[in-house]
């Protein structure tokens, strides 16, 4: 299958810092990325759909100003967590979908885990 | 909206038995069903997904699942359960551009006793 890779695999940062995560699709060119966020023992929750060229799409309830989405090219999108407060301490998990395919799923990058401290 | 429950946050069972895990969604179409496996700190790897067709969908690692529309379920099943099964199992639904826009339930954590 396609391969989303994530970087950082964890990151820990000082609240009021910002921290960047990046998304990338290695073996094809993904046009919509999706970002989603999983809290402690919750599952995961979707916070955004990534579109390539174009304005995020954001789920109700996130900020869009505190979670900054950049789909500059079609295999980066990036997500920067602004003025990172300890309540923003989750998993953070990206997926894309190979385009131009019917009835396939959403790849999962490996995840990024955010401490805020 | 569509929404995904899994009733079950937490099951044990013993090397060698079978398992199902239990997936009631809501939603307005056909939907897009999917079941994702999820280790201590890692991401998700697919198990099995039904978008159409038959309705008793193969799975990897020897997971199969049955989609029943009647009673909007989606259980996934394993005749026999391995130590290394033991993980949070994520039901999901799709919406969207082939169903990639996912809604997860919150999940059932197995612990596999020996």
């Known amino acids: 299958g396609a391969v989303v890779s994530q970087h950082p695999s964890w990151v820990i940062c000082k609240s009021g810092t910002s921290v960047k995560i990046e998304c990338r699709s290695l073996d094809f060119q993904a046009t919509t990325m999706f970002w989603y966020r999983q809290f402690p023992k919750q599952s995961l929750m979707l916070m955004a759909t990534?579109?390539?060229?174009?304005?995020?799409?954001?789920e109700q309830g996130v900020e869009k100003d505190k979670f900054l989405i950049n789909h500059a090219s079609l295999t980066l999108s990036t997500l920067t967590v602004t003025s990172a407060h300890p309540e923003d301490s989750s998993f953070y998990i990206c997926s894309a979908r190979v385009p131009g395919t019917v009835n396939t799923e959403a790849f999962f990058g490996q995840g990024t885990r955010l401490t805020v401290v | 909206a569509q929404s995904v429950t899994q009733p079950d946050i937490h099951i044990t069972v013993s090397e060698g038995a079978s398992l199902e895990l239990r997936c009631n969604y809501s939603y307005g179409a056909t939907p897009y069903l999917f079941w994702y496996v999820q280790s201590p700190g890692q991401g998700l790897q697919l198990l099995l997904k039904y978008f159409s067709g038959d309705t008793l969908v193969q799975g990897i690692k020897g997971f199969e699942a049955e989609f029943k529309r009647s009673q909007s379920s989606f259980n996934l099943r394993k005749p026999s359960v391995h130590w290394s099964d033991a993980a949070e199992y994520f039901c999901a639904v799709g919406v969207g551009n082939a169903g990639n826009m996912l809604t997860f339930g919150g999940g059932t954590r197995l612990m596999v006793k020996p």
């Open positions: 990534s579109n390539e060229g174009s304005k995020a799409t954001y």
